[in-house]
């Protein structure tokens, strides 16, 4: 397996695409479908546009969906949930589709669409996601940061570095700079990711629109909390 990592959808080629594709939005999103998923929600379908979602949602019955969005690290008004992981519990989300946008997340699994195997990760399922792409064995994979409005994240691309590091991949299997780099930046800091998650600027974003955000950013560093593996069934829906 050979990996590639892009700090952002907009670094991804339009060519040449791979067999697997792992979406990574540690700060919230991916960490928010994993835990939807974990906690029963029938899927989750994702949208880079509020328009387009709640168009999709009226084709969904009323008692079975439930509209989830943020922008700019807060909640979209008049949405049934944001995108704080901590409120997708198993009595609000269980056999409800859940239809998401975020500012940065869904437009990287956008990005993706047309990729046969596209899977998302956070430090939350990290060793599902491991052993997803153990038995895979894909000849090549991407690993898509999702970013902040077309710039790096630090937490993405920490992740991105666990994934390599937890395969124990070897030096021919990174396939560009930004793989070295990622798995350099993860083995810095791997005793103290809730410290990385903190000081990134999404966290302290996160941080100034309050400070009980931060048990927001001790979730998402916990580390194989869950054991699930969200998977593009159809475009968009995983
Ligand atoms: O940008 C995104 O997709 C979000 O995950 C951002 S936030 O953490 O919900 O603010």
Redesign the pocket.
Known sequence: MRFFHFYTPEQVPSSGIPECAVAI?V???TTTIATALAAGAEAVQVFAHLQQLQEASQNWPASQRLLAG?RG?KAVAGFDLG?SPLDYTPDRVRDKRIFLS?????RSLQRLEGIPVVITAALVNLGAVVDFLRRGSFAEVWLVG?G?EGAFSLEDTACAGAILHRLGCSLNQLGNDETLAALALYQTWQDDLLGLLRRSS?GQR?LGLGPENDQDLAYCADLDRLSVVPRQVQPGVL
């Not at 975020?102 to 869904?106: A, L, S, Y």
């Open positions: 939005d700060l919230r999103a943020e690290g995108n975020t500012t940065n997340g869904t999702s902040w999404h996160l």
